[in-house]
């Protein structure tokens, strides 16, 4: 079994497990796990120090991936090109929750944060994984994001699994907009 295999098999193993990891995306390092894993999630919001109520984003390899979270057939035909043209890319959008999207993930909110990635690396992995990952910045509350490695390392030491790449050469965090109104929500 070659090297690459070994490194693909631990991130499986680490997913499935409900370990939190660290993987390079567009602009700095995420950390995430598995999104139907309320016990990962739960652990990942304590250690962010983040409340359930703000919700999370999931980062998938295509948009088939999210269509367990999301409420496709609420998303009017006036929408899609504006959302979909954007993908693969780094925007993320606010699409209505399907019925089935763990509160979990959604917080507060009757809408899901999603983004089909354009990073070779974190498509790579949510193609391994079948799968969307839960998606927010490799960081401690109120700390800079991650974008190495060995900055993630200074956070997290070895309490996560760390998934082997760098980061893309977006200056910053992806943009976030509401679909159904068009509005920014981060810039």
């Known amino acids: 079994m070659g090297v690459e295999s070994v490194h693909q098999d631990a991130d499986i193993a ?3 497990s409900g370990q939190l990891m660290v993987y390079p995306t567009e602009a700095v390092m995420g950390i995430g796990c598995d999104p139907d ?15 359930v109520e703000k919700g ?12 367990p979270y ?21 925007v993320t ?11 979990w993930l959604t917080g507060e909110h009757d809408a899901i944060a999603v983004r089909v990635t ?17 998606s927010t910045s490799a960081n401690l509350t109120g700390q800079e994001p991650a974008r190495t490695t060995e900055e993630a390392r200074s956070y997290f030491a070895n309490s996560v699994h760390y998934v082997s790449g760098v980061v893309g050469g977006a200056a910053q ?14 810039n």
């Open 37 to 51: 894993n309320e016990a990962a999630v739960m652990s990942l919001l304590a250690l962010k120090q983040r409340p």
């Open 70 to 90: 999301v409420d496709d057939n609420a998303i009017p035909q006036d929408k899609r090109f504006s959302i979909f043209s954007c993908w693969p890319g780094p």
């Open 56 to 67: 999370l984003i999931l980062l998938a390899a295509n948009y088939s991936q999210l269509l």
């Open 118 to 134: 354009n990073h070779a690396g974190a498509r790579e992995l949510c193609n391994k994984l079948g799968r969307p990952i839960v």
């Open 173 to 186: 965090p992806s943009t976030i907009k509401d679909a159904l109104t068009g509005t920014t929500i981060r």
């Open 14 to 16: 680490a997913f499935e």
């Open 93 to 103: 959008w606010l699409l209505p929750k399907s019925a089935t999207a763990p509160k």
